[in-house]
């Protein structure tokens, strides 16, 4: 398992950008598939963006699609949720997660599947 720490979180006016960054322990970061969710008051958590462990292969949920760009750095243990054109829509904490799956739709958009998560960080759209 990995430990993760979020950051970069916090107050944005619709139409602005945030990134945010997931830093992980461990010497094996690289073969993780590591994913973002999110998690608005009063619904359940939901699959954000993932990227592969060789960083070959993103998959995102529709909502996010053209604004928010994963990446990571395994030099640096680290991966990021660039997000621009933030809607208010989008406010909530929002959740890095590691584990060793298959990179398959079905597989990346259950939490169950990720074995490690860091301990979010909130973000807040303003009309």
């Known amino acids: 398992q990995l430990h993760m720490v979020e950051s970069g979180g916090g107050l944005v006016q619709a139409g602005g950008s945030l990134r945010l960054s997931c830093a992980a322990s461990?010497?094996?970061?690289?073969?993780?598939?590591m994913g973002w969710f999110r998690q608005a008051p009063g619904k359940e958590r939901e699959f954000v963006a993932a990227?592969?462990?060789?960083?070959?292969?993103?998959y995102y949920t529709d909502s996010v699609k053209e604004r928010f760009t994963i990446s990571r750095d395994d030099d640096k243990n680290t991966v990021y949720l660039q997000m621009n054109s933030l809607k208010p829509e989008d406010t909530a904490v929002y959740y890095c997660?590691?584990?060793?799956?298959?990179?398959?739709?079905?597989?990346?958009?259950?939490?169950?599947?990720?074995?490690?998560w860091g301990q979010g960080t909130q973000v807040t759209v303003s009309p």
């Open positions: 990227i592969s462990g060789s960083a070959a292969f993103t």
């Open positions: 461990g010497r094996t970061f690289g073969r993780y598939v």
């Open positions: 997660a590691a584990g060793v799956l298959s990179f398959l739709s079905v597989v990346l958009v259950s939490p169950s599947r990720y074995e490690s």
